[in-house]
């Protein structure tokens, strides 16, 4: 066989077949990415489907809070509509501000024992604090994996593949700055 042949022909294949490779790990971490991303889309429709439970439930027990029942109602609408939209600095800001209005809603609680002392509003507490636990867990794993989505597709020379093929940069779910502050434990005592 010819040498000029050999060489020729792998001059022309290498290239394809490294071009073929990074394409198909940019599929695999762009396929990551939206999985965990699809993760966290689950739990934010469990959680605010269990919450208007959670309202009913404290709507029996709390007749002057409604204040405090209805920021909560809104936090979740725009929670929702940030949900719908795929904006994910809307949706980060918009659950910064249900969280919020949970933690608000849960230390109001304080004042109603018979509420406190209720199966079911203990029931969808405890659900709703679990699916807050494993909200953070998953937004934690998506940043990582749309981090390293992003990273592959500005290196070289794997952004000239992304770039062929039109792959899209993931946005993070970065945090608010008021969730970066300290928390003052001292607060949390006083009357």
């Known amino acids: ?23 198909n790990q940019l599929v695999t971490l762009k396929n990551n990415a939206k999985k965990s991303w699809s993760n966290i ?7 605010n489907s269990e919450l208007p439970k959670l309202i ?19 936090a979740r609408k725009n929670a929702e509509a940030a949900l719908q939209s795929g904006d994910i600095q809307q949706l980060s800001s918009a659950e910064h501000s249900l969280e919020n209005s949970l933690i608000n809603l849960f230390s109001v609680v304080e004042d109603y024992p ?19 636990d494993s909200i953070s867990d998953r937004r934690e794993f998506y940043n990582e994996s749309a981090a390293t989505m992003n990273t592959r597709r500005e290196q070289f020379p794997d952004n000239i593949v992304a770039n062929i093929f039109n792959f899209e940069a993931f946005q993070l779910m970065e945090f608010q700055l008021s969730e970066l502050n300290d928390v003052s434990v001292a607060d949390a005592f006083k009357s």
């Open 56 to 74: 009913d439930t404290c709507k029996q027990h709390m007749d002057y809070e409604q204040e405090t029942l209805v920021r909560v109602i809104a």
């Open 41 to 47: 889309d689950i739990l934010l429709k469990q959680r």
């Open 114 to 132: 018979e509420l406190k002392a209720s199966d079911a509003f203990l029931r969808l507490q405890t659900r709703i604090t679990s699916l807050e």
């Open 1 to 23: 066989m010819n040498i000029g042949l050999i060489i020729f022909t792998s001059l022309i294949v290498a290239p394809f077949a490294w071009g073929i490779a990074i394409y």
